[in-house]
């Protein structure tokens, strides 16, 4: 099972920036969580592959959209109006249980992981 992250890269605050987790079989959950320097991973955003539930962090909500692309079986971030906050290293996870909304953001809920990509928010 190999997840696989990709997207990342410089971008000047305000800008936006997609990110895609590849992934080589459907899971039923998939999330982001990202790792800013000096910083515990956090939880980005969370969707069951159906799309029935969504969660996103306070962060970034209304600025983040999680969601599915079918036509390379992958999972997206949309990212718009970045600031220097949002510098870290983004991993997708999945797993193989439908997560209810509270359980989303539970690194321990996720079985499988990215290998991250890099995003940075600067002038």
């Known amino acids: 099972v190999q997840l696989q992250a990709s997207g990342g890269g410089l971008v000047h605050p305000g800008g936006s920036l997609r990110l895609s987790c590849t992934v080589s079989r459907t899971f039923t959950t998939y999330a982001w969580f990202r790792k800013a320097p000096g910083k515990e991973r956090e939880f980005v955003a969370g969707r069951r592959w159906s799309g029935s539930t969504t969660r996103y962090a306070d962060s970034v909500k209304a600025r983040f959209t999680i969601s599915r692309d079918n036509a390379n079986n992958a999972i997206t971030l949309q990212m718009n109006s970045l600031t220097p906050e949002d510098t870290a290293v983004y991993y997708c996870?999945?797993?193989?249980?439908?997560?209810?909304?509270?359980?989303?953001?539970?690194?321990?809920?996720?079985?499988?992981w990215g290998q991250g990509t890099l995003v940075t928010v600067s002038s």
């Open positions: 996870a999945a797993s193989s249980r439908g997560l209810i909304w509270s359980s989303m953001a539970r690194e321990s809920e996720y079985d499988y």
